[in-house]
């Protein structure tokens, strides 16, 4: 299977400043045949189920605002919130669906 | 608009068996392969099992092989997950996910709300 790690484990940042995350594959998630990178992120808040933000690597799901962008490519991505909002406190996963599916760890975005 | 609604979690004893149901709405259930995410308490998410959309194909992680069965009932719009020999290590919600893509591999767009499974004499 392949491995997903993600840093840091947790980050605070202030309101209104740049949150980046870091996903890591231990094998390339991208299809030569489509040049698609077989990667999404999630957010997960208290309570609640993960929500789809990002697939493709960088196409946001509809709905999402605009300030969620992901980037990265075969075994490196990241996933940045531009200005963070009090309501992006949450969970950061990290999905690849290249082969049998696995998460990365999660990440804990707080407010600094 | 689609909705999955979990049922049949709740407090088991060691060894013990449990069915969870999903019930599906506002989509061609048939057409979509689906699958089962757990999370332990306070835990990462877990890939547990899948099924394809006529039910022909299922993969179970190697946590829960032999003791899980997954299947489906396309007349009923419903997913099932049976769970035998439970384990304390089976204690998570269990969450039914929809493929956002009728075909070919693809990220999860919807989530049930979770069911909590209990294992625990």
């Known amino acids: 299977d392949i491995v997903m790690t993600q840093s840091p484990d947790s980050l605070a940042v202030s309101l209104g400043e740049r949150a980046t995350i870091n996903c890591k594959s231990s094998q390339s998630v991208l299809y030569s045949s489509n040049n698609k990178n077989y990667l999404a992120w999630y957010q997960q808040k208290p309570g609640q189920p993960p929500k789809l933000l990002i697939y493709?690597?960088?196409t946001r799901e509809s709905g999402v605002p605009d300030r969620f962008s992901g980037s990265g490519s075969g075994t490196d991505f990241t996933l940045t919130i531009s200005s963070l909002q009090a309501e992006d406190v949450a969970v950061y996963y990290c999905?690849?669906?290249?082969?049998?599916?696995?998460f990365g760890p999660g990440t804990k975005v707080d407010i600094k | 608009e689609v909705q999955l609604v979990e049922s049949g979690g709740g407090l088991v004893q060691p060894g013990g068996s449990l069915r969870l149901s999903c019930s599906a709405s506002g989509f061609t259930f048939s057409s979509y392969a689906m699958h089962w995410v757990r999370q332990a308490p306070g835990k990462g998410l877990e890939y547990v099992s899948a099924i394809s959309s006529n039910g022909g194909s299922t993969y179970y992680a190697d946590s829960v092989k032999g003791r899980f069965t997954i299947s489906r009932d396309n007349s009923k719009n419903t997913l099932y997950l049976q769970m035998s020999s439970l384990r304390a290590e089976d204690t998570a919600v269990y969450y039914c996910?929809?493929?956002?893509?009728?075909?070919?591999?693809?990220?999860?767009?919807?989530w049930g709300q979770g069911t909590l499974v209990t294992v625990s004499s």
């Open positions: 999905q690849q669906y290249y082969s049998t599916l696995t």
């Open positions: 493709w690597a960088s």
């Open positions: 996910v929809k493929t956002k893509y009728s075909y070919g591999p693809g990220p999860f767009d919807y």
